[in-house]
């Protein structure tokens, strides 16, 4: 990351900063700075190393005589312990060549992607702002500079910091009304080219009200209409409107819902601009103003633009993430297996995505029947949660059946040939997964015969709740390119048991240790027992899958029959559940 300007590196905050105009910083919830842009370094004489972990306050607040300014007199302390947004004027920052800088600051609260609160802070040199309010076509709208400059930063941090396209637009409400306008409405582009009008949003007293009566579908755009917002929405031109403009003989669809508008909303003068993205135009913005004394001139539109603009990089980004998923969920969907049907066993089958992943990843599960009568369970994880990962595990779930139906062999000895052919023939680096056989044996009774190729072991619950993991059988992962044996290992599954599958975003919890996740598993599945199995398996996912999971979870339950027809724990059903069931 360039030095200039550092933050999180998980988070947009590093570039967020670099493109405000003026110097910025964001300090953590202690007070400490974590990202600071190129324009605070050099108005503050100090390398962006030098400022970054350092407490802002003891660094920077000076009093009028260089001295260190006591937390208790410093009004910027007080609003940031408060988080709430201040402003002040006529203050001093130290330079690290030892000068006071005249600074008028505004702070405010920012989302920078992470779970700790952050605190934005603008600042300018106080002669320059005096300099900048000199120039009237520099201010807009009764904001200073340092507002204007804010507004624009506040802007950035909150839109750029969510992939969805509602939230985005919610924050980019909160963030113009009543500040700049009375009225914001939204107008977007689909993918279709159909464009719908997605906000009508009206500032009363401390409330903001949608309209929905005035939002919904809109006519077509004109290509060649003059009106003000068809030209918005060709991305053609910023234009200043009223009343007035729309009382002529309407040209389109969009220029007669215009002028029902206006007439709804009682807008006396507002502002149209394209919603344009370095791809596209995705819409128009609006403001409007109905009942404060100024109108709207050329002047504000610059500063309109370039919000519609961070919008837009907002909502581009919003869309493109949609579309990731909708291909991984249509991909995952058509990967996930038909469960086959057993006479006598019943299996359950779920599949969770990762919730900030692209609804797909490398977990993944599969049970098939053999020619030689045995039903293949297995369950692996390659590595990754991308689509990359997704076609990794296409190609390791189809080349297992391959062989599994081609080859009457041992558990171990198909994995052994599976890992062979991943080396070589696919660019899955790693993978870990258990490759089970099922069969019903000579006296009726149900038996599993497995290998483990470094993957969590399977969990067999009893009928009365006694759990017990099957750690025998296990090797090593596959991918590593060690040609070791790998053992085999054989259980009975008495009957009305149930055998446990799973992938490890079930029971991984940051900050935990893996052997607390299996024991709240082994807890939990002990006591669900008695539960049929499709109730056994949506509350163990429940209750067992971390709040802050960050992975994605699939999982294959068994039950064998009970001992008697009617005992409640037997049914001769194989079940395919959807995967978004849970979600």
């Given at each position: 990351?360039?030095?200039?300007?550092r933050?999180?590196?998980?988070?947009?905050?590093?570039?967020?900063?670099?493109a405000?105009?003026?110097?910025?910083?964001?300090?953590?919830?202690?007070?400490?700075?974590?990202?600071?842009?190129?324009?605070?370094?050099?108005?503050?004489?100090?390398?962006?190393?030098?400022?970054?972990g350092?407490?802002?306050?003891?660094?920077?607040?000076?009093?009028?005589?260089?001295?260190?300014?006591?937390t208790?007199?410093?009004s910027?302390?007080?609003?940031?312990?408060?988080?709430?947004?201040?402003?002040?004027?006529?203050?001093?920052f130290?330079?690290g060549?030892?000068?006071l800088?005249?600074?008028?600051?505004?702070?405010?609260?920012?989302?920078?992607?992470?779970?700790?609160a952050?605190?934005?802070?603008?600042?300018?040199?106080?002669?320059?702002?005096?300099e900048?309010?000199r120039?009237p076509?520099?201010?807009?709208?009764?904001?200073?500079?340092?507002?204007?400059l804010?507004?624009?930063?506040q802007?950035?941090t909150?839109?750029?910091?969510t992939?969805?396209?509602?939230?985005a637009l919610?924050?980019?409400?909160?963030?113009l009304?009543?500040r700049?306008?009375d009225?914001?409405?939204v107008?977007?582009i689909?993918?279709?080219?159909?464009?719908?009008?997605?906000?009508?949003?009206?500032?009363e007293?401390?409330?903001?009200?949608?309209?929905?009566?005035?939002?919904?579908?809109?006519?077509?755009?004109?290509?060649?209409?003059?009106?003000p917002?068809?030209r918005?929405?060709?991305?053609?031109?910023s234009t200043?409107a009223?009343?007035e403009?729309?009382q002529?003989?309407?040209?389109?669809?969009?220029?007669?819902?215009?002028r029902?508008?206006f007439e709804a909303?009682?807008v006396?003068?507002?502002?149209?601009?394209p919603?344009?993205?370095?791809?596209?135009?995705?819409g128009?913005?609006?403001?409007?103003?109905?009942?404060?004394a100024e109108?709207f001139?050329?002047a504000?539109?610059?500063?309109?633009?370039?919000?519609?603009?961070?919008?837009?990089?907002a909502?581009d980004?919003?869309?493109?993430?949609?579309?990731?998923?909708?291909?991984?969920?249509?991909?995952?969907n058509h990967l996930?297996?038909?469960?086959?049907?057993?006479?006598?066993?019943?299996?359950?089958?779920?599949?969770?995505?990762?919730?900030?992943?692209?609804?797909v990843?490398?977990?993944?599960?599969?049970?098939?029947?053999?020619?030689?009568?045995?039903?293949?369970l297995?369950?692996?994880?390659?590595v990754?949660?991308?689509?990359?990962?997704?076609?990794g595990?296409?190609q390791?779930?189809?080349?297992?059946?391959?062989?599994?139906?081609?080859?009457q062999?041992?558990?171990?000895?198909?994995?052994?040939?599976?890992?062979?052919a991943?080396?070589?023939?696919?660019?899955?680096?790693?993978?870990?997964?258990?490759?089970?056989?099922?069969?019903?044996?000579?006296?009726?009774?149900?038996?599993l015969?497995?290998?483990n190729?470094?993957?969590p072991p399977?969990?067999?619950?009893s009928?009365?709740?006694?759990?017990?993991?099957?750690?025998?059988?296990?090797?090593?992962?596959l991918?590593?390119?060690?040609?070791?044996?790998?053992?085999?290992?054989?259980?009975?599954?008495?009957?009305g048991?149930?055998l446990?599958?799973y992938?490890?975003?079930?029971?991984?919890?940051?900050?935990h240790?893996?052997d607390?996740?299996?024991?709240?598993?082994?807890?939990?599945?002990?006591?669900?027992?008695?539960?049929?199995?499709?109730?056994f398996?949506d509350?163990?996912l429940?209750?067992?899958?971390?709040?802050?999971?960050?992975?994605?979870?699939?999982?294959?339950?068994?039950?064998?029959?009970?001992?008697n027809?009617g005992?409640g724990?037997s049914?001769?059903?194989a079940?395919?559940?959807?995967?978004?069931?849970?979600?």
């Open positions: 990351m360039d030095q200039r300007s933050g999180p590196a998980d988070t947009p905050v590093g570039g967020a900063l670099a405000i105009g003026t110097g910025a910083y964001v300090v953590d919830e202690k007070g400490c700075i974590i990202a600071v842009n190129a324009r605070a370094a050099q108005l503050l004489a100090r390398p962006a190393e030098d400022l970054v350092r407490d802002a306050h003891d660094l920077l607040h000076r009093d009028a005589r260089g001295q260190p300014m006591p208790s007199r410093c910027m302390r007080q609003a940031f312990h408060a988080g709430r947004t201040a402003q002040a004027e006529g203050e001093w130290a330079r060549d030892g000068s800088l005249p600074v008028n600051w505004m702070i405010t609260p920012c989302d920078t992607g992470g779970r700790e952050a605190t934005l802070v603008v600042f300018h040199c106080a002669q320059q702002a005096q900048a309010g120039r076509e520099l201010v807009t709208y009764a904001l200073t500079e340092v507002e204007r804010a507004l624009l930063a802007t950035t909150q839109l750029t910091s992939l969805d396209a509602n939230e919610r924050r980019l409400v909160s963030l009304v009543p700049l306008a009225w914001v409405v107008d977007l689909t993918e279709r080219d159909e464009v719908w009008r997605a906000a009508v949003v009206h500032a007293d401390d409330a903001l009200v949608h309209h929905e009566e005035l939002q919904g579908p809109m006519p077509p755009v004109p290509e060649e209409s003059p009106m917002l068809s918005a929405l060709r991305g053609v031109s200043l009223g009343p403009t729309y002529q003989p309407p040209d389109s669809g969009i220029a007669v819902e215009q029902r508008l909303t009682g006396r003068s507002a502002a149209i601009v919603i344009r993205s370095a791809r596209e135009v995705l128009a913005l609006t403001l409007g103003r109905a009942e404060t109108d001139t050329t504000d539109l610059p500063l309109i633009e370039d919000l519609a603009r961070r919008a837009a990089v909502l980004n919003a869309r493109l993430y949609q579309r990731q998923r909708k291909v991984a969920e249509t991909m995952q996930l297996p038909q469960l086959p049907h057993v006479p006598g066993l019943e299996m359950i089958a779920r599949y969770l995505p990762a919730p900030d992943a692209s609804q990843g490398g977990d993944w599960y599969d049970a098939f029947c053999l020619s030689d009568g045995a039903t293949v297995t369950i692996g994880d390659v990754g949660h991308d689509l990359d990962a997704a076609a595990m296409a390791v779930r189809n080349m297992l059946r391959a062989y599994a139906w081609a080859q062999e041992p558990p171990s000895r198909i994995v052994e040939r599976l890992d062979e991943i080396t070589h023939i696919t660019d899955v680096p790693m993978a870990t997964m258990i490759f089970a056989r099922v069969k019903q044996a000579d006296d009726g009774h149900w038996e015969s497995w290998t190729a470094g993957h399977p969990l067999l619950i009928r009365d709740g006694i759990t017990r993991y099957l750690t025998d059988g296990h090797g090593i992962l991918g590593t390119g060690t040609r070791a044996p790998r053992p085999d290992a054989t259980a009975a599954l008495p009957a048991s149930t446990l599958l992938t490890d975003g079930l029971i991984e919890e940051p900050g240790s893996l607390a996740g299996l024991d709240r598993l082994r807890q939990h599945a002990a006591a669900l027992a008695h539960r049929p199995l499709v109730s398996t509350q163990l429940r209750r067992v899958r971390p709040a802050d999971n960050d992975d994605d979870v699939a999982l294959l339950a068994l039950r064998a029959p009970g001992k027809a005992d724990h049914a001769p059903l079940v395919r559940t959807d995967p978004r069931a849970l979600t």
